[in-house]
């Protein structure tokens, strides 16, 4: 995982939202607080440097065409989740394609390689890649925790982050031995967090964020000198709905090769068959 080379940033936000942030020129020296209201800038006249924003949702949407290498890691608390799930490949986040490997903290199966296609997951148990492999639809895996993307897809949290509002630039510095790294803070609806939600799990996923101040999650979202995303961060502290976490993903190695190939031969399996807390 990457880590500020100065000081290390994590945000949390229990009950009121704490204040304090850096400086426009340094990184935060405390953790993020996101405040209840803090107007979206709007766009100025021409030669105006673009707003806040705007700035994140073209890194975005920069790295959501690109293939990268990731690493992705919930660290959950609560709701009948393992404490942490940790996933690492490479993806072409324009194309819906990748290989990966899941690590669980807990549950009958520790360990998953997947490789993701347009249409299907498909999944093997264990440490090693060859099989025998059970494929399901990607489209029939909705989201059934906060803070698990379904599918383990990383592309889920990426098209969350660009619905990101009240953007504040917290500071620019080193971020794993990149210079000139900006750290930008802003919200996330509860419409946002549930998307693609399963209707079965809508109501009680909705409870938990009604613990959040106005139902709103804070993200951090970091961004290179060359305009693309380089981590984003989702954290969820609810505590009197019994439920805590932070999702991270790390992104780095632009333009890598990813596979593409769907494993044969390969199982089918209907989503209602999968082992709970599988696959999100």
Known sequence: MRRWTLIPIIVTVCGALAAGCGSNNTPSAQPSAIPDIIAAPTAGPAGVAAPLSQLVHVALSTTLVSSVH????????GDGQPTTVTVTGNNDLGQHSGTQDVTLSSGPTRRLHEVLVPQQIYFTSGNAASGPWTNVPRGEILLQHLLRPPANDPKYPLVQAKQITNVVKRGTGSLDGLSNVTHYTGILSESTMLQD??????DHLAAILAGMPKAQTPVDVWVDKDGRVTRVTETISAAS????GTLTIDVSAYGIAVNKTAPKPSTPMTVAALPANLLG
């Open 70 to 77: 990731f690493t992705m890691k919930s660290t959950l608390h």
């Open 197 to 202: 939600a399963t209707p079965t799990k809508r």
């Open 241 to 244: 709905k019994g439920f805590s």
